[in-house]
C-alpha cells in the first residue's frame, strides 16, 4: 500500500538523528518510528502529537509507559474502548475495542516540538491511516498539532476547520472530527483539561460511535 507506515523511516533527519542519541543513553529503548495501536478495524481512531520520550518512544507503543497515558487509558477503560485501565508496557495484555491510537508525528522529537516540516514529510503515514478508518467513523484529536496534521491528510483548508477544545466537524465522507486539549502532564496539572472535561469529549464520541451503528 502506497505510504503505508514504516518502521524504518528516517526522511527527517533532526529527527533521526535525535533517536540515535537517545538510544545511546537508553539502550533498552525503541526509539524508532512508533506504529499505531489498536483495533486495525475501528471506527474510531485517536491522534495524539508524538511519542514521548520515556513514554512511547520507550515502550514501542502510543501512550504507554507515560504521564499523558494515565488519564487517556483510564477513560478508554470507562468507555468500554479498553480491556484495562492501565497501558504500562507493550506485554501488559491490553486490547482496544473498536478503537486505535496513532500520532500525528511517529519519532520523538527533541523537546516534544516536531518541526513544520516534520509533521508535513509524516503526514503520508497518518493519511493512509485515516484512509483505513472505517466509516462512519469518529477521529478525536488530542490537541492543536494533531487537529491540524488531520485537516492536512484530509486535504481541506486550516481556516475553515479551527481547533478548539470539544469542536466538532463533520465530513462528507461520513467521518466526524472531535477536538480536545492534549491529555499532557502540563495540561492536566494546571486544569486546562480536566478529567470532567475528557470525559465529555468521550461520552460525545461513544454517542455518535453508537447512531453510526444503528
Given at each position: 500500500?502506497?505510504?503505508?507506515?514504516?518502521?524504518?523511516?528516517?526522511?527527517?533527519?533532526?529527527?533521526?538523528?535525535?533517536?540515535?542519541?537517545?538510544?545511546?543513553?537508553?539502550?533498552?529503548?525503541?526509539?524508532?518510528?512508533?506504529?499505531?495501536?489498536?483495533?486495525?478495524?475501528?471506527?474510531?481512531?485517536?491522534?495524539?502529537?508524538?511519542?514521548?520520550?520515556?513514554?512511547?518512544?520507550?515502550?514501542?507503543?502510543?501512550?504507554?509507559?507515560?504521564?499523558?497515558?494515565?488519564?487517556?487509558?483510564?477513560?478508554l477503560y470507562e468507555f468500554g474502548f479498553s480491556n484495562q485501565?492501565?497501558?504500562?508496557?507493550?506485554?501488559?495484555?491490553?486490547?482496544?475495542?473498536?478503537?486505535?491510537i496513532t500520532n500525528a508525528v511517529k519519532c520523538l522529537p527533541?523537546?516534544?516540538?516536531?518541526?513544520?516540516?516534520?509533521?508535513?514529510?509524516?503526514?503520508?503515514?497518518?493519511?493512509?491511516?485515516?484512509?483505513?478508518?472505517?466509516?462512519?467513523?469518529?477521529?478525536?484529536?488530542?490537541?492543536?498539532?494533531?487537529?491540524?496534521?488531520?485537516?492536512?491528510?484530509?486535504?481541506?483548508?486550516?481556516?475553515?476547520?479551527?481547533?478548539?477544545?470539544?469542536?466538532?466537524?463533520?465530513?462528507?465522507?461520513?467521518?466526524?472530527?472531535?477536538?480536545?486539549?492534549?491529555?499532557?502532564?502540563?495540561?492536566?496539572?494546571?486544569?486546562?483539561?480536566?478529567?470532567?472535561?475528557?470525559?465529555?469529549?468521550?461520552?460525545?464520541?461513544?454517542?455518535?460511535?453508537?447512531?453510526?451503528?444503528?
Amino acid at each position: 500500500m502506497p505510504n503505508a507506515f514504516d518502521p524504518d523511516c528516517r526522511e527527517c533527519p533532526r529527527l533521526a538523528a535525535f533517536l540515535d542519541a537517545v538510544k545511546d543513553k537508553n539502550c533498552n529503548y525503541y526509539c524508532r518510528p512508533v506504529p499505531s495501536f489498536g483495533d486495525v478495524l475501528a471506527n474510531f481512531l485517536i491522534v495524539g502529537l508524538a511519542p514521548g520520550m520515556h513514554g512511547a518512544n520507550r515502550t514501542g507503543r502510543p501512550f504507554t509507559g507515560d504521564y499523558a497515558g494515565i488519564l487517556l487509558y483510564e477513560v478508554l477503560y470507562e468507555f468500554g474502548f479498553s480491556n484495562q485501565v492501565q497501558s504500562l508496557d507493550v506485554n501488559d495484555d491490553l486490547q482496544l475495542r473498536n478503537c486505535r491510537i496513532t500520532n500525528a508525528v511517529k519519532c520523538l522529537p527533541p523537546k516534544n516540538k516536531p518541526l513544520g516540516a516534520e509533521i508535513n514529510t509524516c503526514n503520508k503515514y497518518l493519511t493512509n491511516e485515516l484512509r483505513a478508518l472505517a466509516s462512519p467513523g469518529v477521529i478525536l484529536a488530542l490537541g492543536g498539532i494533531a487537529h491540524r496534521a488531520i485537516i492536512r491528510a484530509m486535504s481541506l483548508k486550516q481556516v475553515d476547520y479551527p481547533f478548539g477544545h470539544a469542536a466538532e466537524y463533520e465530513f462528507t465522507s461520513g467521518i466526524i472530527l472531535l477536538d480536545s486539549y492534549h491529555c499532557s502532564r502540563y495540561n492536566t496539572n494546571t486544569g486546562r483539561l480536566t478529567g470532567e472535561m475528557f470525559r465529555s469529549v468521550f461520552s460525545r464520541a461513544s454517542e455518535l460511535l453508537t447512531q453510526a451503528a444503528r
